[in-house]
């Protein structure tokens, strides 16, 4: 298994946990991994439509899962029917190779601002074996809406030696009562609202669910908020570094929590956080010494439990 193969491994695994955490509804379950590899078969069509439920949202989602079953005839005809962004960007790709290169140049061209368009053309550029035009249009769409999944998705592309996706920051404290029950997009209406009364804890659960829908500089800002709330909180100062990280850049992130290891020097969210950070870097023994830490500081936490899941990751990848 190669070193990317491992992390991807460790992170997926480690998910299942995750994915019980706050917010669990609004976390739509992603079965892509980006990967600059394949070019066989149609290219990779990226679409997010986040909690939305009306009826095209719907239909295109079911139009998505038709394409990547290798169904684009069924696909195309769902796209056809509706005229946004998505739905032509969908429609071009359904009719791949006839017309999908050129639809999708027209589609960046008259969409100059868009992380989608500018996306979805990097892959069809990829698969045309247009390497070069494919990493200019990456890297426009992770610059052009860095707030959205596409640019999410593009940061993966461009940065392929880190774990797919974003380091999602896991609180010490439960989630509201009532919050399970919800739909996603009662669930994210309920986070906004508790989050705008003010309080460094709703702020954070606020900023979890936006990291869980690809909205990282949205969550950076709640984080930061909540840091200056209650900036003798452990849990409000680790997120406000968790949601700077950028695999760009990561250096930022782990200038600002590493420092939190004297600050906090019993808070367990520190070490945790700072091994889920060195993990996503793919620095994996920094990373199993750090969750070590977490986990012996209160292994029946809820930290302590999900430290015990990333280094059974670990050790099953054969890293630990």
Sequence with gaps: MTP?????????????IASGAVVAGVLATRSDVPSVKPRTGPPSLALDLGVRTDPEARALRRALRL??????????????????????????????????????????????????AALNLGSALYWSRE????LTAWRAAARLQPDTYYAVYASNLLHPRFAPWLPVFVPSFPEPRGLSGLSPPAQLALLRRRAARGGARAKILYGVALQRLYHPRSA???????AREAPNDPDARVAAAVGLFDKADPSLAFGRLGPLVRVFPQAQTVRFHLGVLLLWSDRLELARNELQRAHDADPGSVLGRQAAVYMGALRMAGTG
Excluded at 4 to 16: E, K, P, Q, S
Excluded at 131 to 134: G, R
Excluded at 220 to 226: G, L, P, T
């Design 4 to 16: 990317r193969g491992r992390v991807i491994l460790i992170v997926a695994l480690a998910a299942l």
């Design 67 to 116: 394409y990547q079953a290798r169904h684009p005839q069924q696909a195309g005809q769902i796209f056809a029917r509706y005229r946004s962004l998505e739905a032509e960007i969908g429609a071009a790709f359904a009719a791949w190779p006839s017309g999908t290169l050129e639809r999708l140049r027209t589609l960046a061209s008259e969409h100059p601002h868009s992380s989608l």
């Design 131 to 134: 390497d070069a035009d494919a």
């Design 220 to 226: 950076e800002r709640e984080f930061a908020a909540a």
